[in-house]
């Protein structure tokens, strides 16, 4: 149960108090509610998803909302909350009033039947006190223009078509990004209308000087197995032109496919250096490429997870090995997950976790089980910082079974 300060209470934000709910958000991030954005764009937080602190004078002084995602894990998909909109007040800070809203996030998240939650963390020391482990790294590029490419079969094969991007392909673009992601931990599809909508929006206001955006297709005839939105911006230098592209998202089917659109996106005239998305750690380009040193690499956290349902989140996912082991698990903030947990995974990688009275082999917080969660980092590496105990040998049986052979990513802010 969340507990808040003397006259505050946690209330659901009807659709009629939605402008409110984004003003609260846009105070405590420096914003503002651009009137061309809301036009142009649904707001993406459902309207039952809308929660917030209300104050004694009736004003709502802190908010949050998430996203109904079905969040790929190892093996298949889990009922995921995606937390997002969270945002205090600055005149409202430090009384308790984000414990309150994540124990409420928590407490609904579960009752819908959501085992797992997921955030992108605009301040990464806010949100591990609160159980979720930083679970993925995504990286971006930025190349000269000509980067040469090793050679792919078939690429040259493949037709090119560009033209401006618009809603007419909001459903290609959404099409293109959950198949291209297929297998991969981590990578959202988009569940809602509005969150569809973004895919394809191009507000004046986020162009930042770039063009509007274009869409280039990579197609087998009538059948298309890649697409990146991209925008050029003028630049000119002592020895000519000197245009930045910047690519807003690119998704390729097969290596073919991958290989002729970064062909193109890297050989635009007029430019010299492209901006890339947030790729995997091991997307397809970082092998492409012949000469793996780009200008500038900037590698961040990505995706977290919190575990909110042990059992279900672990019995949701599959592994990579049979694995035997006892975890010894401390949640201070959902005590039904504290506590030894006996994982016995078969040799069809599914998994049971039952309770036990057994010695535990491992212990850890559900902060590092959600790191662990999507298979992208290691209980071995975590015990080396001293965040994971146990024996070597049932730390490398766990590291075994959690890994996944592609490293999670988001490819987009939710």
Same mark, same amino acid.
């Given at each position: 149960?969340s ?5 505050? $209470? ?12 984004? &003003?609260? #958000? #846009?105070?405590?991030f ?10 142009i ?6 309207? #039952? /998803? ?21 969040m ?6 889990v ?12 005149? =409202? /800070? ?10 409420t ?6 009752? !819908? ?9 605009a ?9 979720? @482990? ?10 000269r223009?000509g ?12 037709e ?11 459903d ?6 959950r ?6 931990? @981590? ?12 895919l394809?929006g191009?507000?004046?206001? *986020?162009?930042q ?13 009538d ?5 990146a ?9 002592e ?9 807003? *998202? ?9 290989h002729?659109? *970064? ?9 010299s250096?492209?901006?890339t ?6 997307d ?5 490429l ?5 200008? =500038?690499?900037?590698? @961040?956290?990505?995706?977290w997870?919190?575990?909110l ?7 949701g996912r599959?592994?990579?090995?049979p694995?035997?082991?006892v975890?010894?698990?401390?949640d201070a903030?959902?005590? &039904?997950?504290?506590?030894?947990? $006996? ?9 049971t976790?039952? !309770?036990t ?16 969660y999507?298979?992208g980092r290691?209980?071995?590496?975590? &015990?080396? &910082? ?10 490398? $049986? ?12 988001c490819?987009?802010?939710?």
């Amino acid at each position: 149960m969340s507990t808040l300060p003397h006259g505050y $209470r946690t209330v659901v934000v009807p659709p009629e108090r939605r402008d409110e709910f984004r &003003a609260v #958000d #846009d105070l405590a991030f420096a914003g503002w509610v651009d009137p061309e954005i809301a036009e142009i764009l649904p707001f993406p937080v459902p309207d #039952d /998803r809308m929660v917030a602190v209300e104050g004694p004078d009736g004003r709502l002084t802190a908010v949050h909302g998430s996203y109904p995602f079905e969040m790929p894990v190892p093996g298949g998909t889990v009922a995921c909350s995606g937390l997002t909109w969270v945002g205090v007040r600055p005149d =409202q /800070r430090r009384r308790g009033l984000l414990r309150s809203m994540i124990t409420t996030h928590v407490e609904r998240s579960l009752d !819908r039947g959501e085992p797992v939650s997921a955030l992108f963390a605009a301040e990464a020391a806010i949100y591990g006190r609160f159980g979720y @482990g930083s679970a993925s790294d995504s990286v971006n590029l930025t190349l000269r223009r000509g980067a040469a490419l090793r050679p792919v079969a078939g690429a040259d094969a493949l037709e090119v078509r560009l033209e401006r991007l618009g809603k007419e392909h909001e459903d290609l673009a959404e099409d293109l990004h959950r198949r291209a992601g297929a297998g991969r931990p @981590g990578w959202m599809p988009r569940p809602t209308a509005a969150l569809r909508a973004r895919l394809v929006g191009d507000p004046p206001a *986020w162009r930042q000087g770039f063009e509007p955006l274009l869409l280039v297709t990579v197609r087998d005839g009538d059948d298309v197995r890649a697409a990146a939105a991209f925008s050029r911006k003028e630049g000119w230098g002592e020895g000519g032109p000197e245009y930045k592209v910047k690519v807003r *998202w690119a998704f390729a089917l097969d290596p073919a496919a991958t290989h002729r659109l *970064w062909s193109f996106l890297l050989d635009l005239d007029l430019t010299s250096t492209v901006e890339t998305p947030m790729l995997p750690v091991d997307d397809a380009l970082l092998h492409l490429l012949v000469d793996p040193r780009p200008i =500038q690499r900037r590698t @961040g956290d990505n995706v977290w997870v919190r575990v909110l349902d042990l059992p279900a989140a672990l019995q949701g996912r599959r592994y990579a090995a049979p694995l035997d082991v006892v975890l010894d698990v401390t949640d201070a903030l959902v005590p &039904a997950n504290a506590g030894r947990w $006996r994982v016995a995974v078969g040799a069809d990688g599914a998994a049971t976790v039952t !309770r036990t009275d057994a010695e535990a082999d491992v212990r850890l917080d559900v902060r590092e089980l959600g790191a662990l969660y999507l298979g992208g980092r290691s209980a071995t590496a975590l &015990a080396s &910082a001293g965040l994971v105990t146990g024996a070597p040998d049932a730390l490398a $049986r766990v590291t075994a079974a959690f890994t996944s052979p592609l490293a999670p990513v988001c490819p987009w802010v939710f």
